[in-house]
């Protein structure tokens, strides 16, 4: 009896324990990147960082800078990032994710709001290191320019005809601690 309820107890605390997963398990990665696209070059620096609330939710925020050079003018932005993860294990060390961000960027006489929804695959390689890709897939976009206010919205279905593109594709790196 005294075996059995050995057994029960451990088996509750590593269940507790499994459950637990990444939460509390803080992140840190980024986004840099670099364009240049019809003579428009612009450049992002953007460091993120946040924190598990469960075993497969995290919140986040990036904070950085962008640049843009058009016709030799040059326009700098400060942006900001919220973000919220939902995380599902497929198997072992794969895990698929649903991300939505909430970007804001403001410069002289021009700030920009949006949201961005994106999928993407995590694949954990250590306890403080992810292999990460993602693309979006749906945004809106409000420009908020010397009064005048301007918004689109951008779809891309991931769906093989050649008339539609899919956003996108993001490679990085995320670490754990």
């Not at 107890?9 to 992140?27: D, E």
């Not at 904070?63 to 900001?80: I, M, N, P, Q, R």
């Not at 250590?126 to 979006?136: A, I, P, R, V, Y």
């Not at 539609?164 to 754990?176: A, W």
């Amino acid at each position: 009896m005294k075996k059995l309820l050995l057994v029960a107890v451990l088996a509750v605390f590593s269940v507790s324990i499994s459950a637990q997963g990444l939460k509390g398990t803080w992140f840190a990665g980024g986004e840099i990147s670099y364009s240049d696209v019809n003579d428009v070059k612009s450049t992002m620096i953007l460091p993120v960082i946040g924190t598990f609330v469960s075993p497969s939710v995290a919140v986040g925020i990036g904070a950085g800078y962008l640049s843009v050079k058009e016709d030799g003018e040059t326009s700098d932005a400060f942006v900001a990032k919220p973000l919220v993860r939902k995380y599902w294990n497929i198997t072992g060390p794969v895990y698929l994710f649903g991300q939505v961000a909430a970007p804001l960027m403001f410069s002289d006489g021009v700030n920009s709001y949006g949201l961005q929804v994106s999928p993407g695959i995590d694949i954990v390689v250590t306890s403080w290191l992810t292999f990460e890709t993602s693309f979006s897939i749906f945004g809106l976009n409000v420009i908020d320019s010397d009064g005048s206010t301007d918004w689109n919205i951008g779809a891309n279905p991931f769906n093989s005809l050649t008339d539609r593109k899919v956003g996108d594709l993001q490679v990085g790196v995320k670490f754990l601690f």
